[in-house]
C-alpha cells in the first residue's frame, strides 16, 4: 500500500541544523507535488515549503525564507527538507505530503517527525 514515511527530526541546539526525509512506497511513478508541513503546540498546521515534480522553483512560507531548503529525489522517491540556523520557534511536528496520484491535492500524508529545538 502507498505510504510516506518521515524520518531525521530530533533535539537540536539554537543554531544547528537538521536535515528531514520522506520516503514514499508502494508506487512506482514520480509524484507531483511534495510539501512539508508543520504543526505547533498550541498552533494550526502551516505549510512550510512545497516543490514540483520537476524540482522547479520551490516556493516557501515567508517564516522559513533562506533558512530552509527543500528537495527531492525521483528516482528514490524521497523529499527532504534541510533546515539551518535553526530557532526555537520552528519546534514543531513536521509532515510531509503528497501528490501521489495526480489528482491537484494532498492525498497522502506521513506520520509526522518531531523537531525540537532547546
Known amino acids: 500500500h502507498v505510504q510516506l514515511v518521515e524520518s531525521g527530526g530530533g533535539l537540536v541546539q539554537p543554531g544547528g541544523s537538521l536535515r528531514l526525509s520522506c520516503t514514499g512506497s508502494?508506487?512506482?511513478?514520480?509524484?507531483?507535488?511534495m510539501a512539508w508541513f508543520r504543526r505547533a503546540p498550541g498552533k494550526e498546521r502551516e505549510g512550510v515549503a512545497v516543490?514540483?515534480?520537476?524540482?522547479?522553483?520551490?516556493i516557501y512560507s515567508d517564516s522559513v525564507k533562506g533558512r530552509f531548503a527543500i528537495s527531492r529525489d525521483n528516482a528514490k522517491n524521497t523529499l527532504y527538507l534541510h533546515m539551518f540556523s535553526l530557532k526555537t520557534e520552528v519546534t514543531a511536528a513536521y509532515y510531509c505530503?503528497?501528490?501521489?496520484?495526480?489528482?491537484?491535492?494532498?492525498?497522502?500524508w506521513g506520520q509526522g517527525t518531531q523537531v525540537t529545538v532547546s
Open positions: 505530503a503528497s501528490d501521489i496520484l495526480w489528482v491537484g491535492k494532498f492525498d497522502f
Open positions: 508502494g508506487y512506482s511513478y514520480t509524484s507531483n507535488c
Open positions: 516543490i514540483h515534480s520537476r524540482r522547479e522553483d520551490p
